[in-house]
Nanobody, 123 residues
Framework: QVQLVESGGGLVQAEGSLRLSCAASGPPLSTITMGWFRQAPGKEREFVATISLSSGRTYYADSVKGRFTISRGNAKNTVYLGMNSLKPEETAVYYC????????????????WGQGTQVTVSS
């Protein structure tokens, strides 16, 4: 069973930065893509970024392009989400997810999910 554990969330002022981490454990999938999503209270889950662990190919939501960076860690099946110039409206629970296959922005195509980490951006 794949398990994902996120860390790095917290409280930050607007225009500040945070880096989220996600460590995956369990049987490796043949072709792994990992992604970050977020969900604010009363809103739908929203795609943030995704990365193919084999190719390094990345894909971002338009709203975060140029400010967020998804990257692979040196440890196997570890990914990071660097977030700069954070905005109050980006306050949400951020989730790490994993799927077997190519990069995807669709949350329902990801089979495994972490418990989420809260990011709060104050104005």
């Amino acid at each position: 069973q794949v398990q994902l554990v996120e860390s790095g969330g917290g409280l930050v002022q607007a225009e500040g930065s945070l880096r989220l981490s996600c460590a995956a454990s369990g049987p490796p999938l043949s072709t792994i893509t990992m992604g970050w999503f977020r969900q604010a209270p009363g809103k739908e889950r929203e795609f943030v970024a995704t990365i193919s662990l084999s190719s390094g190919r990345t894909y971002y939501a338009d709203s975060v392009k140029g400010r967020f960076t998804i990257s692979r860690g040196n440890a196997k099946n570890t990914v990071y989400l660097g977030m700069n110039s954070l905005k109050p409206e980006e306050t949400a629970v951020y989730y790490c997810a994993e799927r077997s296959g190519s990069t995807s922005w669709r949350w329902n195509e990801y089979a495994y999910w972490g418990q989420g980490t809260q990011v709060t951006v104050s104005s």
